[in-house]
C-alpha cells in the first residue's frame, strides 16, 4: 500500500485543520494539487481558521527543505494568503525548518505562525 502523501482533515466542532505530510519522497509543500486541496477545502469551510501543518513524518534534506520553504512563500496562492487563514502551527523536530519558518513568516504579517516539536503540543497551544 502506498504512503498518503498528505492528508487534510477538519477537527470535528473546531475551526480547526490538520494537514499531514506523509514521508512519501514524490511530494512537496508546493505541489499544485496540494495547494489547490487546501485552498479549496479552506474556501469551502468558508470561515476563519487555524491550521496545524504536522511535517514531522516528512523527509527531506536541509536544501530540499530550504528551497521548498522558500518557493511556498513566492507562490500567489500560498496557503497563508488564504484569507480564512489566521494562524498555523507548524509542527517538526528539525531545528532548520524552525529557523526558515521564523525568519519566513515575517512576510505574512497578517496570519499567526507558531512552531512546535510535537502533534500533542500544536494540541494543547490550540487547546484541543
Known sequence: M?????TIAQIPQRPIF???WGASRHFTPNDD???DDVNNALNTFGNPVSLIID????VFTVGRAMENIIQAS???DA???NPYVERIVLVSNNRFVHLM????TKKYDQVDFDLTRTL?????LLEI
Open 120 to 124: 500533542d503540543e500544536a494540541y494543547a
Open 55 to 58: 511535517a514531522s513524518q516528512f
Open 18 to 20: 490538520l494537514i499531514t
Open 79 to 81: 496557503i497563508p494568503q
Open 101 to 104: 519558518v521564523s525568519r519566513l
Open 2 to 6: 502506498a504512503e498518503e502523501k498528505y
Open 74 to 76: 513566492s507562490r500567489p
Open 33 to 35: 494539487d496540494f495547494i
